[in-house]
Structures are given as structure tokens and as C-alpha cells.
């Protein structure tokens, strides 16, 4: 079984074991360091753009509250256990918690654990593992997978996730799939959508609701991209030019030893195509309210611990 940690947050360690995270999960650790100190970001999902906030990067943390609301206005009235999947740096943790909900988190990512910790102390439990290895007795009202289902096997979460909820439970998800479309996508990750409704028929769950978001999350994408080109490869390309003019002969091994790992960094992140254009193209950004059909309704009307 996997034992949930009630201790007192510990000062959040400088990334530990950095060498030992799979890349996207690095990549996410990274991306809270920087997008803490540059734009006070406080998450790890995309932003949900409001027509009353302008499309900026400055503006990248008030979208990625309006998210957070957006998804919390969904959850059905009488809920009061959530067990957060993938919880990241723990701010959606820490706003469920402020409403009232008793929360639990799954965290596999040790810098991430760190920063939730630090930021929830002994407010939630944490299960530090992957969803899949997720052992407990403990069941809940609600799970929540806010941008986390994209990274695992989707029967084998939907099955499990069904097996942790209390009868009458709910499933949350908000989530990126992937869509039919001519061409390749320079976008990537997300369930694949045509097969997610499959795996919904195949399991005992009613469709409460399926939102479509993608116009809301997709100016994200021209921010990030936007990033990209005024900030990020400028700053590149004027790296590359001082290291080459200072070390001809060692930047010439190190650009032919890693040609393709810099040929597929250059163009997945200056090719100007991962913009809000293709990401509509591509992409269909979803909420799914999920509800396990087993007759009984979780604490229906009831005002419980959460929002009631
Ligand atoms: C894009 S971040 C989203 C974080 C947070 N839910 C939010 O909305 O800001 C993805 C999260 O999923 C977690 N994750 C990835 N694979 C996971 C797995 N197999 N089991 C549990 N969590 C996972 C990551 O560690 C990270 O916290």
C-alpha cells in the first residue's frame, strides 16, 4: 500500500535527482522555476483566455486562474473528498482546500512534491508516486486529473480511478486530446479524442458534461509562441554565435555529435507553427464531468465540507 505523508513541510529542496525525472517531467519542473520568478505563475496548466484579459505573458497567471475557477465551478454540489492527480506545485490543492474540500494529492515529481509541500504542508496527504502504482483504501467523492491524464495508459487510469471513488463518484478531467486532422501536428501530447469516447462507452460512467475549451486555452499557444521568437530564440541564437566564435572547435564536434537533437529542438520550438491556429486545428481542449454509474448519488444536495 502505498502510504500518504502527513509531515510538515520540509524547505523545498533545490530539484532533487533532476537526472532520475522522465523529460516531460523535468520539463515541467524547469517551467515552474522559470515561469515562477519571471510571471508569478503558481501552475502548470495552460491558461484559459476571458475576452476582458489581453493576450500577453505578463497576463499568462490571471489566465491560468480563470482555468482554475473555470473547472471548480464544475464540481457537483455535495462533494467533499478529492484525491488531485498529478497535483503538480499544488495550487489547485490549495484553492480546493480553501473552499472547503478535503483534499489528497498524487504526486510522482520530486521537485513539484517539494513546492506543493511547501506550499500545503500538512493541509493534504500525499501519495509521492505515479497514478498506475497507486495503492490505498482511502476513497474519494471526486478525482481530479487537471492535465495529467495525457501522460498515462487510458483504460488502465479510467479502471483505476473508477475502483477509487465512492459510489455515485465523480471524475474531473481537463485535458488536452487530440483531434482528426490532415497534416502533422506541430503540437504534441493528448489523448487521442475519438478513442477517449470509446473508452468512456466501454466504462460504468454517465457523461455528466463535455465542455469544449479550446477557444478559451488556444491564445496560449501565440503567447508561448510569441515567447519564442522575441525572447527565447534571439537569447539562442546569440549563445550559439559567442560559443562558436570563442570555441570553433568544440561547438563543431558538439553541433555534429547532437545535429539531431538540435535540429528537432530548433524546429519543434522556432518553427513559428505552435501557435493558437494549430492548436484549434489539431487539438480539442476538454472538461469531462464523469459519473460513476452505480445508482447511489454522492451526498446529493448535501453542503458537506465543500461548496455545497
Ligand atoms: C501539466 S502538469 C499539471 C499540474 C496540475 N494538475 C495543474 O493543473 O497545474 C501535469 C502533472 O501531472 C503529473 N503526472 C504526470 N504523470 C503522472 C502519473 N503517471 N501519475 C500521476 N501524476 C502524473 C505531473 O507530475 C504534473 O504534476
Redesign the pocket.
Known amino acids: 500500500m502505498t502510504t500518504p505523508s502527513r509531515v510538515p513541510a520540509p524547505p523545498a529542496p533545490a530539484i532533487p535527482s533532476p537526472g532520475d525525472l522522465p523529460s516531460?517531467?523535468f520539463g515541467?519542473a524547469l517551467g515552474l522555476v522559470v515561469g515562477r520568478y519571471a510571471f508569478k505563475m503558481q501552475?502548470?496548466?495552460y491558461g484559459y483566455w476571458t475576452d476582458d484579459l489581453p493576450v500577453e505573458i505578463q497576463n499568462i497567471a490571471a489566465a491560468?486562474a480563470r482555468y482554475?475557477e473555470f473547472l471548480m465551478e464544475r464540481i457537483p454540489r455535495g462533494v467533499r473528498t478529492i484525491l488531485?492527480?498529478?497535483?503538480?506545485?499544488g495550487?489547485?490543492a490549495r484553492k480546493l482546500l480553501d473552499r472547503g474540500y478535503a483534499v489528497d494529492c498524487?504526486?510522482?515529481?520530486g521537485p513539484?512534491t517539494a513546492a506543493a509541500r511547501e506550499l500545503l504542508g500538512d493541509r493534504v496527504s500525499f501519495f509521492e508516486?505515479?497514478?498506475?502504482e497507486l495503492e490505498t483504501e482511502r476513497r474519494y467523492d471526486l478525482i481530479?486529473f487537471?492535465?495529467?491524464l495525457l501522460?498515462?495508459k487510458l483504460d488502465q487510469a479510467l479502471a483505476k480511478a473508477l475502483g477509487l471513488l465512492n459510489p455515485g463518484g465523480h471524475l474531473l478531467i481537463t485535458d488536452i486530446f487530440r483531434v482528426p486532422a490532415e497534416g502533422k501536428s506541430p503540437i504534441g501530447g493528448g489523448q487521442h479524442l475519438p478513442v477517449f469516447r470509446d473508452a468512456l462507452a466501454r466504462q460504468p460512467v454517465d457523461v455528466v458534461a463535455d465542455v469544449d475549451m479550446t477557444p478559451g486555452i488556444a491564445p496560449t499557444f501565440d503567447v508561448l509562441d510569441q515567447a519564442y521568437a522575441q525572447a527565447i530564440k534571439p537569447a539562442y541564437e546569440l549563445l550559439m554565435a559567442r560559443l562558436v566564435a570563442k570555441y570553433p572547435w568544440t561547438m563543431r564536434v558538439v553541433r555534429w555529435k547532437f545535429r539531431k537533437k538540435i535540429e528537432r529542438y530548433e524546429q519543434k520550438h522556432f518553427s513559428g507553427r505552435r501557435n493558437a491556429e494549430n492548436f484549434k486545428r489539431y487539438k480539442s481542449y476538454r472538461l469531462f464531468l464523469l459519473r460513476k454509474r452505480d445508482g447511489q448519488v454522492v451526498g446529493k444536495g448535501e453542503g458537506g465540507r465543500g461548496k455545497g
Open positions: 516531460h517531467e515541467l501552475d502548470l496548466h491560468q482554475t488531485d492527480v498529478g497535483c503538480g506545485a495550487n489547485t498524487v504526486s510522482p515529481n513539484l508516486c505515479r497514478f498506475e481530479l487537471s492535465e495529467s501522460f498515462m
